[in-house]
């Protein structure tokens, strides 16, 4: 192979990235309303589940508007901030601006048994990438009626276990409150004794994300604490 | 060179190229490459599918780029220059599946990121495309890649039917009524080191049929 000079290399390589970079950033521009509209879609497959109903990208949409009745944002304080749409608030850039500032959204839904619930959008950081989800809870304000958590890259098979049913389960009836006491949910290494209203079992092999996950739970819910104090009934 | 003689198409030695990697060369079974990912996607039989035509197509499009300007291609850059083709494909791939198959690519997640350090691919374009014209290493990359794509879907299948009792996410084992007579899904399929057994058993039945892979000792 023939020796080429410096002076080659380097435009070479500059025509090389001015070429890939067009390309890449052409396909990112296309694609990308549809792949925003999925994001929308599974977000609210992901509030679906929290409130216990299967729904897939098909019916995504209806299931929505039949079962979330409304929402609304909130500020630190929990007084309704009016003329926000709660469904646009991305949480993780609330989260980065000062308590006093950021916008808390709020929805609540009427599952098929009746009882009114409010879902709360939850978000923070696991082990490798942002860990988020959706917690509902009953219309005491403390008792969990579901939750549903998801992953960008935590470890398959010990982290990523996260967002399986057998994980999720756990938080069914736990609650968040002992009496008018903020305490969250414990994510326990080693199991948790089944009568603990407070806690679930650990991820054996994924104890950063399941702390990262405990973290995330009262970090976020204790954001609601007045908002869900005034409202329990 | 430029005066040698054209071959056809699709000359004996060119076929070769094309099956030899799906039989005899298999980057899996034989050379032992790609591992690491065959291991991780193979739980199910859909992301396994999607992974393989992903793998086809970065490995044979790269194969078509780097032969097309092997001329060109600076030595001292050129694994810079691979990677840059590799990734880029990649990052494209991981595109269109966020736009047109989300689900799938949620699935897949980390590992359509990590079809870029597949070392099948550095290994075909290095050992290869580098040295060749064009049209061979399109089929050599399509060989490649559907060598490694054939392992995927065959141990993909056994462990989608066997821990999961679906394929392609129909429910076959209830079907059939296979959990009436007292049929139980084995859980131990789902996890990785199934996998690494149901490849050694396809080395194992691959060899026992062709004797010329096994080593003389």
Known sequence: MKQFSNTYIFIFSTVMVIIVAT??????????????????????????????VPADKRDAEELYAKYVKESFVLDHNGEEIPGIDAFSV??????????????????????????????????????????????????DMSTIYGVTFDHKSETPGLGAE??????????????????????????????????????????????ITSKALEEMLSDCLIRYDGFLLRNRN | MSKREREPLFSTKNVKLLTEPLGRNNPITVQVLGICSALAITVKLKPALVMAVSVVFVIAISSVVIAALR?????????????????????LVDQVLKAYAFDVSKQLSVFV????????IMGRLEGFAMANRPWKAFLDGLGNGAGYGLILVIVAFFRELLG????????????????????EDNGMMILPPMALIVVGLIIWVHRSRDKSLVEKH
């Open chain 2, 113 to 120: 990121g990590l079809i870029i350090t597949n070392c099948i």
């Open chain 1, 90 to 139: 991305v949480v993780r850039n609330e989260q980065k601006k000062p308590l006093e500032k950021q916008y808390l959204p709020v929805f609540s839904a009427l599952p098929d048994d009746g009882e009114k619930v409010i879902i709360i959008p939850v978000e923070g950081k696991g082990l490798w990438g942002p860990i988020w989800g959706y917690v509902s809870l009953r219309s």
């Open chain 1, 23 to 52: 390309l890449l950033s052409l396909a990112a521009t296309l694609l990308q309303p549809l792949q925003s509209r999925n994001l929308e879609i599974e977000k609210k497959r992901s509030m679906l589940e929290s409130i216990g």
């Open chain 2, 164 to 183: 999961s009792g679906t394929l392609m996410d129909y429910p076959v084992m209830e079907k059939l009524g296979a959990y009436s007579i007292g049929y």
């Open chain 2, 71 to 91: 001329k060109q291609i600076p030595e001292r850059i050129r694994i810079i220059v691979q990677l840059v083709v590799i990734a880029s494909l990649v990052i």
């Open chain 1, 162 to 207: 996260i967002n399986t049913a057998d994980f999720e389960d756990m938080f069914r009836g736990k609650r968040i409150y002992d009496g008018d006491k903020f305490i969250s949910i414990g994510v326990i290494k080693g199991g948790t004794t089944p009568d603990n209203p407070h806690g679930v079992d650990a991820i054996s092999g994924g104890t």
